[in-house]
């Protein structure tokens, strides 16, 4: 199966598009789903819906907030673009923004039980030790939530290979800036002739899909033999 170099460029910029998505969201998906597992504190459900709202709102819905918070007039775009020269509308930086926001849930739902299964004994029994709870975090806790923040990174880089809504509606559909796979197969569907493309560039897709979930859920199966719950 032969690619043509625009086909390449769509795959290449999904890849780039899903790992910068999954940079960008991996460190507060682990802190807030902290605070849900952990946190009593008032507004607790609220954050908790409002983290998970991407998982059942159209993504068309999700790209168009950001658009009007991330457009060149909106409250966060204006200021970003006129102090620092930032554009994310229409970029592949927005499309990976767009990306993250949709699959931010299932990080937070992957580390959230990660870490529900870390028993709290031990970290009592490391504070007994004299360990600070900076310590007990990074030699206790980290280590056994650990299989649950690798399984949601590389699932939620799976699922940001197949982003379309938001991804078009935000960052539009540019070749070689923003038309990522989803939105290649798209094009060629609505070109004559375009059959054979749309077919290379799915089964693609597929492919890429199939390994990412395969790899999330081996990682998770060797992080627990490797912490003795095999």
């Not at 598009?17 to 999954?22: I, K, L, M, Q």
């Not at 970003?80 to 699959?103: D, H, Q």
């Not at 975090?137 to 939530?145: E, K, Q, R, S």
């Amino acid at each position: 199966m032969i690619l043509s170099g625009e086909e390449w460029q769509a795959v290449r910029l999904s890849l780039d598009v899903a790992t910068r998505s999954v940079l960008v969201s991996l460190i507060p998906a682990v802190a807030v789903a902290w605070a849900l597992a952990r946190g009593r504190f008032a507004g607790r459900m609220l954050l908790d819906a409002l983290v998970h709202v991407p998982l059942v709102v159209p993504p068309v819905v999700v790209g168009w907030g950001l658009l009007m918070l991330f457009g060149l007039r909106g409250p966060i775009g204006a200021p970003l673009y006129e102090w620092f020269g930032i554009r994310l509308v229409f970029t592949t930086g927005g499309a990976a923004l767009a990306t993250a926001v949709m699959s931010f849930p299932l990080i937070v739902r992957a580390v959230r039980l990660g870490l529900e299964n870390v028993d709290p004994g031990l970290e009592a029994a490391a504070a007994s030790l004299g360990a600070s709870p900076l310590d007990r975090f990074l030699t206790v806790t980290l280590p056994l939530m650990s299989p649950g923040i690798l399984a949601g990174a590389v699932t939620a880089f799976a699922a940001g290979l197949g982003e379309f809504g938001a991804v078009i509606t935000f960052a539009a559909n540019i070749p070689g800036e923003t038309q990522t796979l989803p939105l290649a197969i798209y094009t060629a569907t609505q070109t004559p002739g375009g059959e054979a493309v749309a077919g290379r560039l799915a089964l693609i897709s597929f492919t890429l899909a199939m390994l990412g979930l395969l790899l999330a859920e081996w990682i998770a199966r060797r992080m627990h033999m490797l912490l003795g719950r095999g």
